[in-house]
């Protein structure tokens, strides 16, 4: 149930669904997703679906990992890039095979600990791990070319913009969880102004602030 062919069926699906960029696909068919869900979906791993991880948080399905990576790519040159949300760890190691360096911030101690040493066992040297409120961004290794948020703000958080490049660009899933979130493109155009592009209408856990 986690073969190539198994695999390579999600990617189909992917790509009948208008997911097009070939580096996103074939990063994807190359993730063991399986590894990064609890043992008993392991078998539906490779479904366009979203499953628990535990502690009341999903990991995402590939769709949206897909798309969201999609957008990322718009800019290239990723040499730095902030993930918000590390949950199971998927969505990192997706992106950490597109980019140069990536940072990740997950909130919960022990999916922080999970992802970390998947991460590494998989052998993704360039994600760097961190436990904290990613709300706040990760203003060690700040500016970023790129952010990308897997939780739901309310609002947009004036402290993410203001950690990325002027230029840069953030994906974010915004709205409360009674109303429709819509994932967000942000681009920071100069030191105090950016636009936002609106685009897939989604659904994703909250991003909490402490
Ligand atoms: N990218 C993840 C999706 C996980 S769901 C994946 O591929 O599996 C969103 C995650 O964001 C959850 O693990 C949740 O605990 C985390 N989260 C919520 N608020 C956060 C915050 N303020 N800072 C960091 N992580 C947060």
């Not at 628990?52 to 769709?63: A, L, N």
């Amino acid at each position: 149930m986690t073969s190539q062919r198994t695999r390579d069926r999600l990617i189909d699906r992917l790509q009948q669904k208008g997911i097009s960029h070939p580096e996103v696909l074939r990063v994807m068919r190359l993730v063991p997703r399986h590894l990064f869900v609890d043992e008993a979906m392991a078998s539906r791993s490779y479904e366009d679906a979203s499953f628990p991880i535990g502690h009341g948080q999903t990991i995402s399905q590939p769709y949206i990992v897909a798309r969201m990576t999609e957008l990322i790519l718009e800019s290239d040159n990723l040499e730095n890039v902030l993930e918000v949300g590390t949950g199971s760890g998927y969505q990192a190691a997706v992106l950490g095979a597109l980019v140069k360096d990536l940072h990740t911030v997950e909130v919960l101690t022990p999916l922080y600990r999970q992802a970390r040493d998947l991460l590494y066992k998989l052998g993704y040297r360039n994600i760097r791990t961190h436990l904290g409120d990613g709300s706040w961004g990760w203003p060690d290794a700040a500016p970023y070319d790129a952010i990308m948020v897997t939780a739901a703000p309310d609002e947009m958080p004036l402290a993410l913009v203001q950690q990325l490049k002027i230029g840069g660009r953030m994906v974010i899933p915004v709205g409360s969880q009674n109303s429709e979130q819509i994932l967000q493109v942000v681009t920071r155009t100069s030191e105090s102004e950016y636009q936002v592009k609106n685009h897939d209408s989604v659904v994703f856990v909250p991003l909490v602030s402490k």
